[in-house]
């Protein structure tokens, strides 16, 4: 378990592949690999479980999402509300 001064890493595309391939390979446990890089080993399974079979080499075939709920457009009657003098 990470300690908790130590946050959850964000990863880019290299460390993600960099998991997947050491995940394969076998040679560093899913505990290891995790503790490197930082993140909990379900983490690391995760990833593992998300880009195992895909070229991890093709732009497209790692993609993240922006974090958060999609901001929804602001309605012209709640404008009117919030910015109309009193």
Known sequence: MLAETEGMRVLNKRKVR??????ERGELSVYRIAKIQKISPRHARR?????NGKNLYKPESI???RPGRVPRPIEDWEKEVTCSPP
């Open 18 to 23: 960099w998991i997947v391939r050491q995940i």
């Open 47 to 51: 990833i593992y479980r998300r880009y």
């Open 63 to 65: 993609q993240f999402k």
